[in-house]
C-alpha cells in the first residue's frame, strides 16, 4: 500500500487538481499560440526559400538550419535570461512562445516546402498556362494539394511543441508541469507529477493515434 | 496583308551545351491549323512550350502573340491567358471536379461570375462530350475523356490560339480517336492550332501547313499534300519511310 500511498495518493491529487487544471491551460495556451504562429511564419518561409531571389532563400535556409540544430532549451534560456541584457524583457509567456515559435516554424517550413515540391510539375505548368497569376498558383492549385500531403508531419510537429511547452517551466511559466512540482513541494508527495504525466498522456496520446490513422490513409490512398 | 497572330524570329533554346532550337522563324496566321511533325528529340515541343514562355527562351530571341511580346513580367499572364494549351499528361487539377477545372480560370484570370463561368463550362463539357460527368473527379474519367476535360479548360478562356503537345501520346490506342474528333471539330470553327504531333493521318487530314523538325531547326514546311506525297528533303524523306511504313 505504501506504493499506493506514495505515487496514487487520491486525496493529495484531489487537492493539487485545480492547480493542475490551471497548469493544463497554461500548457495549453502556449501551445496554440506557438503551433498557430509557427504554421504561419512556417508557411511563409517556404513559400520564400522555393521563390525568393537568391539572397533571401539564402537567409531563409540558414534560419531554417540554426533554428532546427539549437537546443530549444537554450533557445529558452537565451531568450529570457540574455535578451534582457539588449533591452529585450520578454514575460515568461511570450518567451516561452517566441522560443517554440521560431523552431516550430523552422520545421514547419521544412515540411511545407517538401509538400509543395512534392506536386508534380505539370500542376505548376498547366495552371501557369491558363493564365494564373502566382498567388491563385499558389492557393487554388498547389497548396490545397500539398495540404493533404503535409497534415500527418503537422500534427507530429503539434504533438512536438505540445510536449516542449514543458520547458516554460524552466522560466517560471506557470505551465501543467510547473503546477506539479508546485503542488508536489506543497503536499510532500509525487502524486501531482503522476497526475500530470496522466494529462499530458490524455491530451497527446489522441493525437498520435490519429496521426498513425492519417498515415495509413495516405500510404492507402496512394497506388 | 493581315499581321501574323504569332511571329516567332530568331527563337534560340539551350540547355548547357545542347542547342535545342538554332534560331527558328515562324509566323502562324490568324485560323491557321498548324501541325509540327518529327522525331524524338527534334525541339518540336520545346518550340511550342517558347510560346507561352513555359521555356524560357535566350536573349536575342523574339515572340509576340498578337502583338503582345512574350517575355517574363507582367505581360505574361496575360499573354498566357490568350494562349490555350494542352498536355500529353492532361494535369487537370486533381482535387477539382471537372467542372471546376473548367472554370477556375474564367473565374480568376477574367474574373467572370461564378454563374456565368459555371454555364460556359457546361456547354464546352458538351461540346467534347464529357457534359454527364461534370462533377465527377478527373480521377474517376478515362484518358481519352480527361483529355477532352483538358481541351474544354483550355477553351473556356476564349483563346486566341490554342497548343497542343502531343496530346494523344499518353492515351491507350482505343482512346485516341475520341481527342482527335474533338480536336478535328475544332479546327472546323476557325480557332488556332499549333498541333506538335505524331499522328500523321491527323496531319495530312487537318492542317493548314505542316512543319517538319529536326535537330532543333525546320527542316521543310509545307501544305499536308506537299509533305507528306513530295517531300523534297532527305530527312523528311527518312522520318515519314520509318513512321509511315511499317
Redesign the interface.
Known amino acids: 500500500m505504501d506504493l499506493f500511498s506514495t505515487f496514487f495518493n487520491i486525496p493529495v491529487l484531489m487537492q493539487s487538481l485545480p492547480q493542475l487544471m490551471n497548469g493544463l491551460l497554461v500548457t495549453i495556451g502556449i501551445g496554440a499560440t506557438s503551433i498557430i504562429a509557427g504554421l504561419i511564419g512556417g508557411l511563409f518561409l517556404a513559400v520564400l526559400r522555393l521563390y525568393a531571389g537568391p539572397v533571401v532563400t539564402g537567409l531563409v535556409r540558414a534560419y531554417i538550419d540554426v533554428f532546427r540544430s539549437i537546443p530549444l532549451l537554450v533557445l529558452l534560456i537565451i531568450v529570457y535570461y540574455a535578451l534582457p541584457f539588449v533591452g529585450i524583457r520578454l514575460s515568461p509567456f511570450f518567451s516561452a512562445v517566441t522560443a517554440l515559435t521560431l523552431v516550430s516554424a523552422a520545421y514547419t517550413a521544412e515540411i511545407f516546402r517538401a509538400g509543395i515540391e512534392a506536386i ?1 510539375k ?2 505548376f ?9 502566382n498567388r ?1 498558383i499558389m492557393t ?2 498547389i497548396l ?2 500539398a495540404i ?1 500531403i503535409v497534415i500527418p508531419p503537422l500534427t507530429n510537429n503539434c504533438i512536438n511543441v505540445l510536449k516542449d511547452t514543458a520547458l516554460a517551466s524552466v522560466v517560471a511559466m506557470p505551465d501543467l508541469l510547473k503546477q506539479a512540482t508546485q503542488a508536489q513541494a506543497l503536499s510532500a508527495n509525487p502524486t501531482p507529477l503522476i497526475g500530470a504525466a496522466v494529462i499530458y498522456l490524455i491530451l497527446l496520446l489522441p493525437m498520435v493515434r490519429y496521426v498513425a490513422h492519417l498515415e495509413k490513409r495516405f500510404s492507402r490512398g496512394r497506388s | 496583308m493581315k499581321a501574323p497572330l504569332i511571329k516567332i524570329s530568331n527563337l534560340r533554346k539551350t540547355y548547357g551545351q545542347f542547342v535545342a532550337l538554332h534560331g527558328i522563324d515562324l509566323d502562324i496566321a490568324q485560323g491557321e491549323v498548324l501541325c509540327v511533325v518529327g522525331p524524338s528529340g527534334s525541339g518540336k515541343s520545346t518550340l511550342i512550350r517558347c510560346i ?1 514562355h ?1 521555356e524560357p527562351f535566350e536573349a536575342g530571341s523574339e515572340i509576340t502573340v498578337d502583338g503582345i511580346p512574350v517575355r517574363p513580367g507582367p505581360d505574361l ?9 494542352v ?1 500529353q ?1 492532361f ?5 477539382m471536379t471537372v467542372l471546376r477545372n473548367v472554370m ?2 474564367p473565374i ?2 477574367r474574373k467572370m461570375s461564378e454563374a456565368d463561368a459555371e454555364k460556359r463550362a457546361r456547354d464546352l463539357l458538351e461540346r467534347v462530350g464529357i457534359s454527364v460527368q461534370a462533377d465527377k473527379y478527373p480521377a474517376q474519367l478515362s484518358g481519352g475523356q480527361q483529355q477532352r476535360v ?1 481541351i474544354a ?2 477553351l473556356a ?1 476564349e483563346p486566341k490560339v490554342l497548343l497542343f503537345d502531343e496530346p494523344t501520346s499518353a492515351l491507350d490506342p482505343e482512346m485516341v480517336g475520341e481527342v482527335l474528333d474533338v480536336m478535328k471539330k475544332l479546327a472546323g470553327t476557325g480557332v488556332t492550332m499549333v498541333v506538335v504531333t505524331h499522328e500523321m493521318g491527323f496531319a495530312r487530314q487537318v492542317a493548314d501547313r505542316v512543319l517538319f523538325m529536326d535537330g532543333g531547326a525546320i527542316i521543310e514546311a509545307g501544305t499536308p499534300t506537299e509533305i507528306f506525297d513530295a517531300p523534297k528533303e532527305e530527312r523528311t524523306r527518312n522520318f515519314l519511310h520509318a513512321v509511315l511504313d511499317h
Open positions: 508534380p505539370g500542376q505548368e498547366a495552371s501557369a498556362a491558363l493564365g494564373l497569376s491563385y487554388d492549385v490545397p494539394q493533404r | 507561352n513555359l499572364d496575360q499573354v498566357r491567358a490568350e494562349v490555350g494549351m498536355f499528361s494535369n487537370l487539377f486533381p482535387h477556375l480560370a480568376r484570370v483538358a479548360r483550355a478562356m
